[in-house]
């Protein structure tokens, strides 16, 4: 699943690719977006900018009008240039958006709308989004406060909670809780003030190591992404994601797996760098 820093890379591509430009096709497979087309056209409006906030991809167009997605788990932006072959098939395209120097098209994008810029502010998952460790106004602190304040929940469950910090998904949850050395079945309330420090600290290190600078050159589309994925790729890097069974990369010991809150997302730990505090289930769950 796409989590902050992935978004946060495609706004950016795409608004370097797009930004400025004017709109010469629009399409999609969604009704309610191509009823927006029909009566207030997307062709001929510019695209202004494309930004991130938390796991939102905003696109905005000139006219006030702002194009919401979310990727949830299989959702992706490309970018191409004119005539060149897309990497996923046609039938997954939802969204189409063409400018002249290049094409940008989500495939399998299950959530998108259209909104009035002026009613962005009311628009729920927007407003109620915790700090994002990507943004440029992040606060450490309220982020710290608003985890604080979930006490009775289990940490790792607490740093998905996207009102309390945005962009963690399930790979960084993990990573973040190993690097802070978190057993993630603590509840918040048992965690120190420091502890959650640390656990932010972690969250905003790795994250914005992984966003990079801005590329001085040219876009590179999805073409060309995909062949730098071989040395790029994070699974190598991972210390406990999806590792369950694998040496502990700090101590040796079995890496563990575990079916976790509500939406039963898989969390893996280092149950020896990550002993459990107090009762929970993490110091006995090796094997679950
Ligand atoms: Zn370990």
């Known amino acids: 699943m796409p989590e902050g820093d992935t978004i946060?890379?495609?706004?950016?591509?795409?608004?370097?690719?797009?930004?400025?430009?004017?709109?010469?096709?629009?399409?999609?497979?969604?009704?309610?977006?191509?009823?927006?087309?029909?009566?207030?056209?997307?062709?001929?409006?510019?695209v202004d900018r494309v930004e991130a906030r938390g796991k939102h991809l905003l696109m905005w167009f000139s006219g006030d009008l702002v194009l919401r997605t979310h990727m949830r788990m299989h959702g992706s932006w490309h970018i191409y240039r004119p005539g060149?072959?897309?990497?996923?098939?046609?039938?997954?395209?939802?969204i189409l958006v063409e400018t002249p120097p290049f094409h940008a098209v989500a495939f399998n994008v299950p959530v998108a709308e259209f909104i009035a810029a002026g009613a962005l502010p009311r628009v729920e998952v927007l407003r109620d989004l915790g700090p994002d460790p990507l943004s440029s106004s992040f606060s450490a602190g309220e982020a710290i406060d608003r985890i604080a304040a979930r006490g009775g929940m289990e940490i790792a469950d607490a740093l998905l909670d996207q009102s309390a910090i945005a962009g963690i998904g399930n790979v960084y949850k993990s990573?973040?809780?190993?690097?802070?050395?978190?057993?993630?079945?603590?509840?918040?309330?048992?965690?120190?003030?420091?502890?959650?420090?640390?656990?932010?600290?972690?969250?905003?290190?790795?994250?914005?190591?992984?966003?990079?600078?801005?590329?001085a050159g040219g876009i590179v589309t999805y073409a060309g992404l995909r062949r730098t994925t071989g040395r790029m790729d994070p699974g190598a890097r991972l210390w406990v994601y999806q590792r369950v069974g694998k040496p502990c990369r700090r101590c040796g010991t079995p890496i563990s797996r575990q079916k976790q809150g509500p939406h039963a997302r898989s969390t893996y730990w280092c149950p020896r760098c990550?002993?459990?505090?107090?009762?929970?289930?993490?110091?006995?769950?090796?094997?679950?």
């Open 8 to 46: 946060f890379r495609a706004a950016r591509t795409l608004d370097q690719a797009l930004g400025g430009q004017a709109v010469t096709r629009f399409e999609s497979v969604f009704p309610h977006l191509t009823r927006i087309d029909d009566t207030t056209p997307i062709r001929g409006r510019l």
């Open 84 to 94: 060149e072959r897309w990497f996923r098939p046609h039938h997954e395209m939802r």
């Open 175 to 215: 990573e973040v809780l190993f690097a802070g050395r978190v057993n993630p079945f603590t509840r918040v309330e048992q965690l120190a003030r420091e502890d959650v420090e640390r656990l932010v600290g972690h969250a905003v290190r790795l994250m914005r190591a992984n966003v990079g600078a801005a590329s």
């Open 274 to 288: 990550q002993p459990a505090r107090g009762t929970g289930p993490g110091d006995d769950a090796a094997d679950a």
